[in-house]
């Protein structure tokens, strides 16, 4: 056998031992979970956890606060997102069409997130909340606002990337010059270009709020960690199942955005 | 047939097509660089005018203030004598195609060439109609359905001239559209930008770098020189009367040679030749001469030497220098190229064609 052949086999074999320890490392604490949740009360197992996580009318009964988070979880992600879409893809496009020397600012800004801890985040918003309580009241939703600060540099980062891949100065000079207006060069030049972008700050944005506990909690608003934290106390096995479809859906959101993207360019045509 | 394609000049009621373009003393200055200083520019219906000049001169500036992209400073913008300067691009009226390609990613050729006549709310059957014409008009009706990726450079530049022109635009502006093209794709595409011009009468400006594409195209060509008009001529007077020393060797090759000026003719070379008109008076002087405005014979005694004779294919260049130290480079053809050996004793002899003389650098 030559030496190259054996060295592609040492460095592949290598490859999938560094994959198997990685995989090991995640499915370990997922396959404790799946365990976990499988137990019977007499020993053998047991899928009743799972069909009581599935029954809506029973956990709304049983467990009326994890409804209450999932339901305040899933309308802060369609919050989130819409905020944060709103806000940010029209901003950058203008950025990059009108004040390119803004550029470093405003990536600036929507990275520093990333350097406050939550804790800071929240001693510095609750005197904002305290007001957003007094004009639009003490729904968990609100949280919304301070979760698109929390996703705006994971957001930022992926609409960069797919505004960066496009020539949106020409793009928007061109279809402006055939008599399209600001809203219809967005939503019909600029939007479809960067729509893979938008999907992944979308899924993204999606993973991080259904996975934020701290901010929520020291707010003292509901959301589904928060609920999983509270049944912790009373029902183990639903909370760890919570907790693990949670995981799960968050999976599925990151496959989804790479699968979305990966489709994306198979199915373009060919070049000639 | 459509109108569209009826000459500009062979309409029934004899108009043509385009309407008339002015920009008045526009201005425009990005921090301490004027980009357009005083620019004044007429452009008569249907004429098609290129603005040409070098990098920085203004020239893309001109067209996008025209185009509504660019705001300017100062000045006025009149399009058939209504003043658009704050009128926004959109409502403008003007097909543009870019130096960038501009084609949109997620839309085939026709879906591109449809999107201003979408826009215009036009019925999905005319609209169809109008693409697959205006796809014909460049050429392309079999790539309709294929996207920008699918296109070569060339196509691209076509689909996108399609697109401009499919919205019936009063004025077309071409910012450079050549010059990402290699140089066969570029002739021809020029070609055919002239063709179809004229098929549609549209009034045109074109703004390159490129002084042949000019030339070539264009019924008026502008040199531009820090944000203003040096000249605005046709072509051939662009290129045969240069009205100022930058035109002239901005334009083609010139030999900048000393001269006797008097009583309108210039003493150069050891020949008299006729000046232009704004050319300097009396005294000594620099003529501005082209290559091919000067014959070259092979002569032992000759007062100029050999030191490069170059094949360009059509023609070829001769590099000679004189006794008192000056470069001549003349047009020779391109058969007696070989004929010519680096050291060759030759006698330059200007022909009689007018010459600009300025004063001595």
Redesign the interface.
């Given at each position: 056998m030559s030496l190259r052949a054996t060295r592609r086999r040492r460095q592949a074999s290598f490859r999938w031992a560094v994959v198997g320890m990685i995989g090991l490392f995640f499915a370990l604490p997922i396959f404790g979970m799946v365990e976990f949740t499988t137990r019977a009360p007499g020993g053998g197992r047991t899928l009743d956890t799972w069909a009581t996580l599935l029954d809506f009318g029973a956990m709304d009964e049983n467990y009326p606060e994890l409804k209450a988070g999932l339901v305040a979880s899933a309308g802060l992600t369609v919050l989130t997102v819409v905020i944060m879409l709103v806000m940010l893809v029209p901003t950058m496009t203008w950025v990059r069409l009108r004040l390119p020397g803004m550029r470093r600012l405003v990536e600036f800004v929507c990275l520093l997130p990333l350097t406050i801890p939550a804790i800071v985040l929240v001693v510095g918003l609750a005197p904002v909340y305290a007001w957003v309580a007094y004009f639009l009241g003490e729904s968990s939703l609100w949280l919304a606002f301070a979760y698109v600060v929390l996703v705006l540099p994971y957001a930022y980062r992926a609409l960069d990337a797919g505004l960066s891949a496009i020539d949106v100065k020409t793009l928007a000079e061109a279809a402006r010059s055939l008599g399209a207006g600001w809203p219809t060069v967005m939503w019909r030049v600029i939007l479809p270009n960067v729509r893979t972008a938008v999907l992944s700050a979308s899924f993204l944005s999606v993973a991080l709020v259904l996975g934020e506990f701290t901010i929520a909690s020291l707010f003292s608003r509901d959301n589904l960690q928060v609920a999983i934290n509270q049944l912790g106390h009373r029902d183990t096995s639903v909370a760890v199942a919570a907790a693990l479809a949670a995981l799960v859906l968050a999976f599925i959101l990151l496959f989804a955005m790479s699968f979305v993207g990966a489709r994306r360019r198979t199915h373009r045509p060919k070049e000639s | 047939m459509s109108s569209l394609r009826m000459p500009a000049t062979d309409r029934p009621d004899g108009t043509r097509q385009g309407v008339a373009v002015a920009l008045y003393d526009l201005r425009r200055a990005y921090g301490p660089v004027r980009a357009l200083d005083g620019l004044t520019l007429d452009i008569a219906p249907g004429e098609f005018v290129a603005l040409l000049g070098p990098s920085g001169c203004g020239k893309t500036t001109a067209l996008r203030v025209l185009?509504?992209?660019e705001d300017p400073d100062t000045g006025r913008v009149e399009v058939d004598g209504r003043d658009i300067t704050a009128t926004?691009?959109?409502?403008?009226?003007?097909?543009?195609v870019?130096q960038?390609?501009?084609l949109?990613?997620?839309m085939t050729a026709r879906q591109n060439v449809e999107?201003?006549l979408q826009?215009?709310r036009i019925p999905t059957a005319r609209r169809r109609a109008r693409g697959a014409e205006m796809l014909d008009l460049v050429g392309l009706s079999e790539e309709a359905e294929?996207?920008a990726?699918?296109?070569?450079g060339g196509q691209q530049q076509r689909v996108?001239l399609a697109?401009?022109l499919a919205?019936e635009p009063q004025v077309l502006?071409l910012d450079e559209p050549l010059s990402a093209l290699d140089a066969k794709v570029r002739v021809q595409l020029r070609a055919e930008i002239r063709r179809i011009q004229l098929e549609v009468g549209t009034t045109t400006l074109f703004v390159t770098h490129d002084q042949e594409e000019a030339l070539a195209v264009a019924d008026r060509v502008g040199v531009m020189r820090a944000g203003n008009l040096e000249q605005l001529a046709a072509p051939q007077d662009l290129y045969s009367r240069p009205a100022t020393a930058f035109v002239a060797d901005f334009v083609g090759l010139t030999n900048r040679l000393p001269a006797l000026v008097e009583g309108g003719r210039a003493q150069v070379l050891g020949t008299s030749v006729p000046l232009l008109p704004g050319s300097a008076q009396r005294g000594t002087a620099t003529v501005l001469i082209r290559p091919e405005s000067i014959a070259v014979t092979a002569d032992p005694a000759g007062r100029a030497t050999v030191v490069t004779a170059s094949f360009l294919g059509a023609t070829g260049l001769l590099h000679t220098v004189t006794e008192s130290g000056e470069s001549v480079v003349a047009q020779i053809d391109n058969e007696a190229v070989s004929t010519f050996n680096p050291g060759d004793k030759v006698t330059l002899i200007p022909r009689p064609n007018p010459a600009l003389a300025v004063a001595a650098d």
């Open positions: - | 185009a509504g992209l926004p691009t959109s409502a403008r009226d003007m097909g543009m870019f960038a390609y501009s949109f990613p997620h999107f201003g826009l215009r294929r996207y990726h699918q296109l070569s996108a697109r401009a919205i502006l």
